[in-house]
């Protein structure tokens, strides 16, 4: 059983399209997150939710918008892609919002943007 | 802010090799700190944590040692295998009002060598 999924795991598409990420985690937590790995792997967070809620939004261009229509699912839909979009995408989960808990990570969505 | 810096790799070594990877970190408060492994084509997964000072995370032969005096927590394995071979990240994370936000650190790539 895969604890936490994501959907596409990979997304080729071009300039200006709208796409979306979508992500499952089976494990029962309450906080989940996406997270970006560039092409040097470094990897940096955009958001969290815990129940629902968003907690955490890093500095992250408008284009980018997450939902979590319940706390199993967090989904990222991205408009107006743009060529430095193109990265490793990760969701992951996490009992607990407090940071002592470790985080469950998906494969990760390879987007590329051409 | 809060920072990991990690040891500049690649590092290459052959089997049996004993290994370090330098991780040190800033942080205001008490972070839980953590290793992640990344293998080829999948999501990070946890390899070992602690959460207070001069504790000691270990798994699969890996360990590393929470010292507050230096601010470090480095990776260490006495006899490398192939299977090891993959990308190490260390984390830290303040809790508090930081929420799960790891600070990651910009990963060590692994090759070893039969």
């Known amino acids: 059983d895969t604890a936490v999924s994501q959907t596409p795991k990979y997304l080729v598409t071009q300039m200006g399209n709208d796409k979306s990420i979508k992500c499952e985690q089976n494990?029962?937590?309450?906080?989940m997150y996406w997270y970006k790995q560039d092409s040097k792997k470094f990897l940096k967070i955009m958001f969290s939710?815990?129940?629902?809620?968003?907690?955490i939004n890093e500095t992250v261009p408008n284009r980018f918008s997450p939902k979590s229509p319940d706390k199993a699912h967090l989904n990222l839909h991205i408009n107006s892609l743009e060529l430095g979009d193109s990265a490793v995408y990760f969701c992951?989960?996490?009992?607990?919002?407090?940071?002592?808990?470790?985080?469950?990570f998906g494969n990760g969505t390879r987007l590329t943007v051409t | 802010g809060d920072s990991v810096t990690q040891m500049e790799g690649p590092v290459t070594l052959s089997e049996e090799a004993f290994l370090t990877i330098n991780c040190t970190y800033t942080?205001?408060?008490?972070?839980?700190l953590f290793w992640y492994v990344q293998y080829p084509g999948e999501g990070l997964q946890l390899l070992l944590k602690?959460?207070?000072?001069?504790d000691k995370g270990s798994n699969k032969g890996f360990e590393a040692t929470y010292r507050k005096e230096t601010t470090s927590f480095h990776l260490e394995k006495g006899s490398v295998q192939v299977s090891d071979s993959a990308v190490y990240f260390c984390?830290?994370?303040?809790?508090?009002?930081?929420?799960?936000?790891?600070?990651f650190g910009q990963g060590t790539i692994l090759t070893v060598h039969p």
């Open positions: 992951a989960s996490s009992q607990g919002s407090r940071g002592h808990s470790p985080l469950h």
């Open positions: 602690a959460t207070k000072a001069d």
């Open positions: 942080a205001t408060g008490y972070p839980s």
């Open positions: 984390a830290a994370n303040a809790g508090g009002t930081s929420y799960g936000k790891l600070t």
């Open positions: 494990l029962g937590h309450d906080t």
């Open positions: 939710y815990n129940n629902k809620e968003l907690i």
